[in-house]
């Protein structure tokens, strides 16, 4: 999976997807304005996967060669679920070397704790000894709460994919 793993670019009602996706690894555009015909030269010029609910889309898109997955309803996991059924994905891992950003799809780094101290509250850095950054817009991450819920979440994921 790792060698040929997908790009997607996800359309402006599915900005939770998106950062799911980026939180999984794969590296997902997404844009709450994005229009068609930019999504579709997008995924056309760089081989990404359109994820959408706009079955119009996908019609015009599918008949340019483009792989698209139709998202129905409004339940996060299943939407996630659609999404590996169609393009054979399994066994997702919350993997903080592979994450994207959910702000903007950059690439994260692990970051010496030293660097960020006045970048995060200072509950946070008391507490917190693995801190991660955005290459792009320089977004701190660190394992908490949210990185629980995820974990969670992608639990649930793998167990309905199972
Ligand atoms: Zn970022």
New binding site residues.
């Given amino acids: 999976m790792s060698a040929r793993k997908p790009s997607f670019v996800v359309d402006a009602m599915l900005g939770n997807v998106a950062r799911k996706l980026r939180l999984l690894g794969y590296d997902s555009k997404y844009d709450s304005s994005i229009e068609d015909p930019v999504l579709i030269r997008l995924a056309d010029g760089q081989k990404r996967i359109i994820v959408t609910k706009d079955e119009n889309l996908v019609k015009n898109a599918e008949k340019m060669g483009i792989t698209t997955v139709l998202i129905r309803g409004d339940d996060e996991i299943e939407q996630i679920v659609q999404i590996a059924t169609k393009l054979g994905l399994s066994n997702f891992i919350i993997d903080t070397n592979s994450s994207r950003?959910v702000?903007?799809?950059?690439k994260i780094e692990a970051i010496d704790k030293i660097r960020i101290m006045n970048k995060v509250p200072p509950r946070i850095y008391e507490r917190q000894e693995k801190f991660w950054s955005?290459r792009?817009?320089?977004?701190i991450y660190w394992e908490g709460t949210h990185l629980i819920k995820i974990q969670e979440f992608v639990q649930m994921l793998n167990q309905r994919l199972r």
């Fill in positions: 950003c702000n903007c799809n950059g955005c792009d817009c320089k977004k």
